[in-house]
C-alpha cells in the first residue's frame, strides 16, 4: 500500500527529498507522515500531515527536524514528501513513511494504520 522512495548517501549539509506514495483501494487518508528507526532506538515521528476534511491541514514536527525538513503531499494527497535540508549526521537512519487510511465499502468504513518498506537515509561525509 505504501511505496517509500529517495533514501541514499549524503553528505553533512546536503539535501534529500523522500516519496511515498499511497496505492490500492482507498476511501481517503485521515494522516500520513515519516517516522524514522536507528539500531536500538525505538521509531520516532519526523513529520505528519493530518488531511483537514472541513478546515485545513496541520503539520507537526519534531524539534530535531523543525526549520530543515518539510512535508508536503501532492495534489491528489496519495503521495507524500519529506524535504530534508541541511543535513546532520544525526538525521541518520531508515525513514518509514506511515499513513491512517480510510477504507469503505457499501456496509462498512474503517481506518487502518499501514507503514511503508523503510528507506535508509546516511548523513556522512
Known amino acids: 500500500q505504501l511505496q517509500a522512495s529517495g533514501g541514499g548517501l549524503v553528505q553533512p549539509g546536503g539535501s534529500l527529498r523522500l516519496s511515498c506514495a499511497v496505492s490500492?483501494?482507498?476511501?481517503?487518508?485521515?494522516?500520513i507522515g515519516w517516522f524514522r528507526q536507528t539500531p536500538g532506538q525505538q521509531r520516532e515521528l519526523v513529520a505528519v500531515?493530518?488531511?483537514?476534511?472541513?478546515?485545513?491541514?496541520?503539520?507537526v514536527y519534531a524539534d530535531s527536524v523543525k526549520g530543515r525538513f518539510t512535508i508536503s503531499t501532492d495534489n491528489a494527497r496519495n503521495t507524500v514528501y519529506l524535504q530534508m535540508n541541511s543535513l546532520k549526521p544525526e538525521d541518520t537512519a531508515v525513514y518509514y513513511c506511515?499513513?491512517?487510511?480510510?477504507?469503505?465499502?457499501?456496509?462498512?468504513?474503517?481506518?487502518?494504520?499501514?507503514w511503508g518498506q523503510g528507506t535508509l537515509v546516511t548523513v556522512s561525509s
Open positions: 506511515n499513513a491512517d487510511v480510510v477504507h469503505v465499502t457499501t456496509t462498512a468504513k474503517w481506518d487502518r494504520v499501514y
Open positions: 490500492g483501494s482507498i476511501f481517503s487518508i485521515n494522516a
Open positions: 500531515i493530518s488531511i483537514g476534511v472541513t478546515s485545513g491541514d496541520s503539520t
